[in-house]
């Protein structure tokens, strides 16, 4: 398998996906899901990407929050960009990130019959995800 190079420019941030409202406040080692402890590594994705990440892996679920982290915070030889489905290279963070890393956190939640793309067409989630 061919490992893609990552995009360029690099984006500012990139995101995790979660169901559960983070702890507060963010501890200095955030915990792990099983996936990632499982994957050995942190499941992130970019914001074009979380449309799309959503819709593939969460699309059963009304709400999830997004952290927000800085992806200069990082060793870029700790995060791969690796090609999954149809999502042209998630980060992949080979560590973790912790309370210095976090920009923002915010939940989101579509409506019955709403998909996750449409939920992040609105102006407000966009603004967000910047």
């Given amino acids: 398998m061919v490992i893609p190079p990552p995009p360029s420019p690099l984006p500012e941030f990139v995101y995790k996906i979660t169901l559960e409202a983070p702890p507060s406040p963010i501890p200095e080692s955030y915990p792990l899901s099983e996936l990632d402890q499982k994957d050995g590594f942190v499941h992130l994705s970019t914001s074009w990407q979380i449309p799309t990440t959503a819709g593939l892996f969460f699309q059963n679920e009304l709400s999830f929050y997004l952290i927000k982290l800085r992806l200069a915070n990082f060793d ?30 915010k939940e989101f939640r579509r409506e019955e019959g709403e998909t996750w793309g449409e939920v992040f067409e609105k102006e407000e989630a966009k603004a967000w995800m910047v």
């Fill in 76 to 105: 870029q030889a700790s995060v791969k960009w690796d090609e999954v489905e149809d999502t042209n290279g998630c980060p992949h963070l080979y560590g973790n990130f912790g309370a210095k890393d976090v920009v923002d956190v």
